[in-house]
């Protein structure tokens, strides 16, 4: 079946720190990934995307790159600033456009 | 732009009693979802509605029944709460098309069956 498995938190770091949120995916076919981000009290969005192999998605200082060879969709901010915290979820999808996700990052980041 | 919204918010119920999540979108979009988020599980699909009329199980199904009232609203109901029901649910909503499969979310509804 497909699957994702994400880094457990939580993480906590300072501002300015480097964020890196490993994702790896288990998938039948050629998935399309997504990383999504739930701040506090709120639903779900989308943060960014990537649908095929080499693909780089980015948003908000945030990237990450779409690798086939390691099954990998990790997400990385260079400097973090406190209103970055937030749940970071992974996620993939396949023909028929579900969602398969991962259990979600909890990420903090200290003034 | 509304998007996606839920209601109600917070819930609570006895083991046993019914209730019905309401979920509406105005994006037009076809299809529509079901998610339970529990701590350290991410998101499970109890069900969807790839258009209006149609409902296909998700991951875990059992306790819940849905319907696709029109384009724009799907609901959840619960027959029977369970403390076992007792999560957060989100509406989603998607175009379906490829390039396309982005899922906009609704804020939420915290439900605590006792």
């Known amino acids: 079946g497909n699957s994702v498995t994400q880094m457990e938190g939580p993480v906590t770091l300072s501002e300015e720190a480097f964020l890196t949120i490993n994702c790896t995916y288990t998938a039948t076919g050629y998935p399309s990934l997504f990383w999504y981000v739930q701040y506090p009290g709120e639903g779900l969005q989308l943060l960014l995307k990537?649908?095929?192999?080499?693909d780089k998605g980015s948003n908000k200082g945030f990237e990450a790159t779409y690798r086939k060879e390691t099954t990998s969709f990790h997400l990385e901010k260079g400097s973090v600033q406190v209103s970055d915290s937030a749940v970071y979820f992974c996620?993939?999808?396949?023909?028929?456009?579900?969602?398969?996700f991962g259990a979600g990052t909890t990420v903090t980041v200290r003034a | 732009n509304a998007g996606v919204t839920q209601t109600p918010k917070f819930q609570v119920l006895k083991t046993g009693q019914s209730m019905t999540l309401q979920c509406a979108q105005d994006?037009?979009?076809?299809?529509m979802y079901w998610y339970r988020q529990d701590p350290g599980m991410g998101l499970r699909l109890i069900y969807y509605s790839a258009s209006e009329g149609t409902t296909d199980k998700g991951e875990v199904p059992n306790g819940y029944n849905v319907s696709r009232l029109n384009k724009r609203e799907f609901s959840l109901r619960l027959e029977s709460a369970a403390p076992s029901q007792t999560s957060v649910y989100f509406c989603a909503s998607s175009e379906d098309r490829p390039g396309w499969e982005t899922q906009y979310f609704g804020p939420g509804t915290r439900l605590l069956v006792l």
């Open positions: 996620a993939l999808s396949l023909n028929d456009y579900k969602l398969s």
């Open positions: 994006m037009n979009h076809n299809s």
């Open positions: 990537a649908t095929k192999a080499d």
